[in-house]
Structure formats: structure tokens, C-alpha cells
């Protein structure tokens, strides 16, 4: 009989501990500080994506939503797309047509961050980048931190050590060195070379990946990682509007992600939007924005 009352209080001692963990688990999720990460991987292309070695960023849309069929700026220029990706706007909008970023319409269709400082101005904003004419559409106050550096892995190391050492709540990371291989070796599967500098852009993802989870306030954090690129390319260049040029991949992944593939069109003016609304940050319907939140 002893026997049968230990057992019985044993079990529900061990029964009250999975409850108060469970308890504890879902109050740190519903006060949690949200964060987002972005990766543009610059002229990466989806299918040589999947067809290269990238154990970092399956991790990621295998346990993520996503799409391999997304679709940038018809002005298929990496200047044109990055500025839809970071407005949430095409480029009838946000009228930068080319690279040289000429007369950017930046008071009615500024960047993200400008929408966030907006609402919550003391969120902090990084951008860090290997293709410096990305910060042309930064306003003054923008971002607290914007840097400029000459190879994806310096742009790395100083994204792992803002992670480390630092509290961004939104932190912009842009590799350029894929598209450099695209244009030297062209956009291919059978570019063994292009495949390689995909394979190198997976290692930085995951040193940045790794850095999040390394944080000591990473319990109480709730990240929101998306990952997408530009353009895609073919004949070593890009800039047309055609699907080798135009299709893109799309990656989210976090506790309030939905899972799988993502069956609704996804674009690159998508990727502010949902950032915006990971952030608790309300888009106002005068802001006229083209994207939408996918995934989550």
C-alpha cells in the first residue's frame, strides 16, 4: 500500500513539473522580444541553391516557411530590388530605376527602418552590407549603426559581433559575393564555381545563425530570421525581366513561423512588410505598400 501511495505522489510530483514547465515555456513566449534578422544573399539563385551544399540554410526552410518560387522587381538590377525589398514597394513607387539610385521618392515610400523609427523610436536599427549603394535610401536617424564593408566575411564578423555584443531589434545583413561568382562564372548548376560561393554564403549564414542562440538574452528573445536574395541571373549577367532573372527564394523561420511551403505568391517587397509585423510595428494603409506578411 506504501508502495502504491510513493508511486502514486511520484507521479505527480514529476506530473507538476511538466505543467510548471510547460506554464513557464508559454509565459516567456507571450512576453518574449521580438527580433528580426535579414539576409540578402545578393544573385542567389534558387535552384542552384538547392542543388549546392547548404546544410545552414536547409536547417532553415525545412523547419521554416518558404518558397523557391518568389518574384522580385521586373527591373530585375540589384539596386531596383534591394530598394523593393527594404520599402515594401516596387519601383513605379519608389522610382529608383537603376543603380545610380537617382532622385529615390523616399518621402512618401522610405525605408523599413524609417517606418519603425516612426512608431517606436528607440528600437534599434543595423545595416550591414558588402554593396554600399543599399544605404543611399537611409535617411538621417534611420539606422543606428550602417556599415559599409569589402568582403561578405568582414560584413560577417561585424553582424556576429553586433550579435554578441550588442541589441539590435532589427538587424539587415547583405553578401555580395554570389553574384559576384554569377557574373564571373555565370548563374548555372553546372557552375561549379557559383556553387561554391552559395556553399560559402551558407557558412556565414550559420555563423550568424549560431550567434543568435549564443546570446545571452536569447531565451527571452523571439527572432524572426528571413533570408531571400535580389535577382537570380543567366548568361553572367541579370537585369531582364524573364524568370531566370526575376525568380527568387523566400525564407522565414521562427517560433510563430507556419511551417512548409508557401503556396500563395511571395515578393520581395514582402520581405519589409513582414519584418514590420514581427516588430508589433502597425502599417499604416496611407502608406500605400505593395507588400504583404507571409509565413506568419
Not at 111 to 137: A, C, D, G, L
Not at 160 to 176: I, N
Not at 222 to 248: A, C, Q, R, Y
Amino acid at each position: 500500500m506504501m508502495k502504491k501511495q510513493a508511486t502514486q505522489l511520484g507521479y505527480q510530483a514529476t506530473r507538476s513539473v511538466i505543467i510548471l514547465m510547460i506554464l513557464s515555456f508559454t509565459v516567456t513566449l507571450a512576453t518574449a522580444q521580438n527580433k528580426v534578422l535579414i539576409i540578402g544573399i545578393d544573385g542567389c539563385k534558387p535552384d542552384c541553391l538547392l542543388k549546392a551544399h547548404t546544410p545552414n540554410l536547409d536547417q532553415l526552410w525545412k523547419n521554416g516557411a518558404y518558397s523557391f518560387n518568389a518574384k522580385t522587381d521586373p527591373i530585375s538590377s540589384s539596386g531596383i530590388c534591394w530598394t523593393g525589398m527594404l520599402t515594401g514597394v516596387w519601383h513605379e513607387k519608389h522610382k529608383v530605376i537603376s543603380n545610380e539610385y537617382k532622385n529615390p521618392n523616399l518621402s512618401a515610400y522610405p525605408h523599413f527602418f524609417h517606418r519603425i523609427k516612426e512608431q517606436n523610436p528607440t528600437m534599434k536599427t543595423y545595416s550591414v552590407v558588402n554593396w554600399s549603394p543599399i544605404h543611399n535610401i537611409l535617411q538621417e536617424g534611420d539606422a543606428d549603426i550602417a556599415n559599409y564593408l569589402l568582403t561578405d566575411k568582414k560584413v560577417t564578423r561585424r553582424a556576429v559581433d553586433l550579435l554578441k555584443d550588442s541589441d539590435p531589434d532589427v538587424l539587415f545583413v547583405q553578401l555580395d559575393e554570389v553574384d559576384g561568382a554569377g557574373h564571373k562564372h555565370d548563374y548555372t548548376t553546372e557552375s561549379q564555381q557559383y556553387l561554391k560561393a552559395i556553399e560559402k554564403a551558407d557558412l556565414l549564414v550559420g555563423k550568424m545563425v549560431q550567434a543568435i542562440k549564443e546570446r545571452p538574452t536569447f531565451h527571452t528573445e523571439d527572432w524572426l530570421i528571413l533570408v531571400s536574395t535580389d535577382h537570380g541571373g543567366s548568361n553572367f549577367g541579370h537585369g531582364k525581366d524573364i524568370p531566370e532573372h526575376t525568380t527568387i527564394f523566400y525564407i522565414a523561420n521562427g517560433n510563430n513561423v507556419k511551417k512548409g511551403q508557401l503556396n500563395q505568391q511571395v515578393n520581395v517587397v514582402d520581405i519589409a512588410v513582414t519584418a514590420l509585423k514581427h516588430l508589433g510595428i502597425q502599417v499604416n494603409p496611407e502608406w500605400d505598400l505593395d507588400g504583404k506578411s507571409v509565413g506568419i
